[in-house]
């Protein structure tokens, strides 16, 4: 037996990847799995941006590119990032990665030292947890509930915060719920950091562009924390380029200069052909990807509607990404003679099993007594699956 590292051996695996790899193990058996475990965009990438990655082959981009990303592309960024957020950043406080995931472990890792704490609302991504732990930094977790559409207060952040906190890492919209903080929301949290200047915000802004509420909000617009904000995006989720990679950061230079260091230690720059797509993602007007916005939209309507049929089922309305966030609770102790559900992951493992819909635990997102589906799929798929899921229900005492 192989001993592995003590920091290996901490770490978890992704909930929403092992759901996944459990559906496609299902369905090698011959399974009809209906997998809506996975966050991703069942829409292609945009004909104009496969073309400039085309073009990218053609004109020999198969060299090795600078750690921090192409200058045409940092520039790219930035002119995106005061096109559609009215935020002025320079090259030099871009970072282009493997993913908006790699750009929050840079800025986790550049950071945290062992001991600081980092204050994570829960419900929150699978990933903030894991990469913390990797830094040997501290979670401190605030529960937000559905009462509160799972955002937190100003108060609970200043109850939170120590003279040991490091770091806040929060999504807007969210990642599992798709609560989205308005601006009047945003800035009472700004006020609590304005107090708190050792106290630094990741804000990962990934679904900026599935945004149901209207303008996206970002907490970097507040001039008096701006320099402590790290504000992390990508192309996966508004641009439908999930395998493509990637992502950026915009940090004060200090903190951009930190992970183009450590990343050069990790991967180098981001694959050449990829970041000529990603420029060509900054350059397209967000109103090219409304449809997919618009059916998003549309998905989540049907499923709120679907899920009013199940018992014993509540939820949020969620103004933005593509989750509902389902808390389930009432099931927990029923049984329907074979299977007894105890928490979040007896309830989607007896779904996966019985009706071969395919969820994640809210246990992953902190928040056990939730489950999360993705309605990034077509309507005929969601709404077989929730007939098999109030099939399977109604079949538990």
Request: with cysteine; aromatic share 8%; charged share 25%.
């Amino acid at each position: 037996m192989v001993t592995l590292s003590d920091r290996i051996n901490r770490l978890s695996e992704s909930e929403t990847l092992a759901m996944s790899r459990m559906s496609r193990e299902l369905k090698a058996e011959g399974h009809d799995v209906i997998n809506l475990s996975v966050g991703e965009p069942d829409f292609f990438t945009p004909d104009n941006i496969k073309e400039a990655a085309k073009q990218a082959v053609d004109d020999n981009y198969s060299f090795y590119s600078p750690v921090n990303g192409y200058l045409d592309l940092r520039q790219g960024i930035c002119k995106k990032l005061e096109r559609d957020n009215k935020l002025v950043y320079t090259p030099e406080q871009i970072v282009v990665s493997t993913g908006a995931k790699q750009s929050i472990a840079n800025a986790v890792l550049c950071m945290v030292n062992p001991g600081d704490e980092v204050i994570i609302p829960a419900p929150y991504w699978v990933s903030y947890r894991e990469i913390v732990r990797m830094a040997d930094g501290k979670e401190v977790y605030v529960k937000a509930g559905i009462g509160n559409d799972f955002k937190i207060t100003p108060a609970q952040l200043e109850e939170a915060i120590t003279g040991k906190t490091r770091l806040f890492i929060f999504s807007s919209p969210c990642n599992p719920t798709g609560s989205v903080y308005s601006r009047e929301e945003l800035s009472a949290l700004a006020e609590v950091f304005e107090k708190h200047p050792q106290v630094y915000i990741i804000s990962d802004e990934i679904y900026e562009h599935i945004n149901f509420s209207g303008k996206h909000e970002s907490i970097a617009s507040f001039d008096a924390i701006k320099d402590r904000v790290i504000l992390v995006n990508g192309v996966s989720k508004g641009f439908a380029m999930t395998g493509w990679r990637g992502g950026y950061l915009a940090a004060h230079p200090d903190i951009a200069k930190a992970c183009n260091k450590l990343q050069g230690q990790f991967t180098s720059g981001t694959c050449s052909i990829a970041q000529r797509a990603a420029l060509r993602a900054m350059e397209t007007d967000p109103a090219q990807t409304r449809h997919m916005l618009e059916k998003f939209l549309e998905r989540r309507d049907l499923v709120l509607k679907l899920m009013e049929e199940v018992p014993g089922t509540r939820t949020n309305r969620p103004q933005g990404a593509f989750y509902l966030f389902v808390n389930v609770r009432s099931y927990f102790g029923k049984t329907d003679g074979e299977q007894t559900i105890r928490d979040s992951a007896g309830f989607c493992m007896y779904l996966l099993t019985k009706a071969h819909v395919a969820m994640v635990p809210g246990s992953a997102f902190g928040d056990d007594d939730c489950v999360r589906f993705s309605y990034a799929t077509s309507n005929d798929l969601l709404i077989e699956a929730v007939e098999r899921m109030k099939k399977a229900l109604a079949e538990l005492k």
